[in-house]
T-cell receptor, first 113, second 115 residues
Framework: KQEVTQIPAALSVPEGENLVLNCSFT??????LQWFRQDPGKGLTSLLL?????REQTSGRLNASLDKSSGRSTLYIAASQPGDSATYLC????????????FGKGTHLIIQP | NAGVTQTPKFRVLKTGQSMTLLCAQD?????MYWYRQDPGMGLRLIHY???????AKGEVPDGYNVSRLKKQNFLLGLESAAPSQTSVYFC??????????????FGPGTRLLVL
């Protein structure tokens, strides 16, 4: 059974710092990996999707990498801003066809002004 | 486009009551999903559908039923609600390519409290 772990569970940093969020998964046979952002009381917003054949994806100040063989992904946030404060979730799609995502429990990020 | 919408936003039920949660998407996606989110447990898949008229069980399907009579709608039913079903329910949809799903888009969630 696929398991997804996110470290750290919580992180608080001053504004302007670059930071890295970590995600690991136990079964390397994945189709893709997705990073989401969730604000309190809200739904999930997709940030980046990395297909299993890809090594990284970038969107603005966000860069996500994937090392499928070692079962790891990182989300890099450059020049953090208070508006980046949220919970970040990592999820892998490892079932055949349309099986749903397996989620980590998230990293709760606070950017101090 | 409204994306993925969910009805209702919040509901309180008594143990044993029934209800249906409605999910609608306007992106013409083939795949739709229902997840529940609980503190300390993360999001877990309840049921999913790969197209109109088809459904399948996810990780935690017990106590729930689903139907996909129209491509754009996916219904989640609780026949006899239990306090353990108190949770936040999220619907998601996605297109597919090469046989597997692409980016999943989520609705705003339904908060359900079972007393």
């Amino acid at each position: 059974k696929q398991e997804v772990t996110q470290i750290p569970a919580a992180l608080s940093v001053p504004e302007g710092e670059n930071l890295v969020l970590n995600c690991s998964f136990t079964d390397s046979a994945i189709y893709n990996l997705q990073w989401f952002r969730q604000d309190p009381g809200k739904g999930l917003t997709s940030l980046l999707l990395i297909q299993s054949s890809q090594r990284e994806q970038t969107s603005g100040r966000l860069n996500a990498s994937l090392d499928k063989s070692s079962g790891r992904s990182t989300l890099y946030i450059a020049a953090s801003q208070p508006g980046d404060s949220a919970t970040y979730l990592c999820a892998v799609h490892s079932g055949g066809g349309a099986d749903g995502l397996t989620f980590g429990k998230g990293t709760h990020l606070i950017i101090q002004p | 486009n409204a994306g993925v919408t969910q009805t209702p936003k919040f509901r309180v039920l008594k143990t044993g009551q029934s209800m249906t949660l409605l999910c609608a998407q306007d992106m013409n996606h083939e795949y739709m999903y229902w997840y529940r989110q609980d503190p300390g447990m993360g999001l877990r898949l309840i049921h999913y559908s790969v197209g109109e008229g088809t459904t399948a069980k996810g990780e935690v399907p017990d106590g729930y039923n689903v139907s996909r009579l129209k491509k754009q709608n996916f219904l989640l039913g609780l026949e006899s609600a239990a306090p353990s079903q108190t949770s936040v329910y999220f619907c998601a949809s996605s297109s597919f390519s090469g046989g597997w799903s692409e980016t999943q888009y989520f609705g705003p969630g339904t908060r359900l409290l079972v007393l």
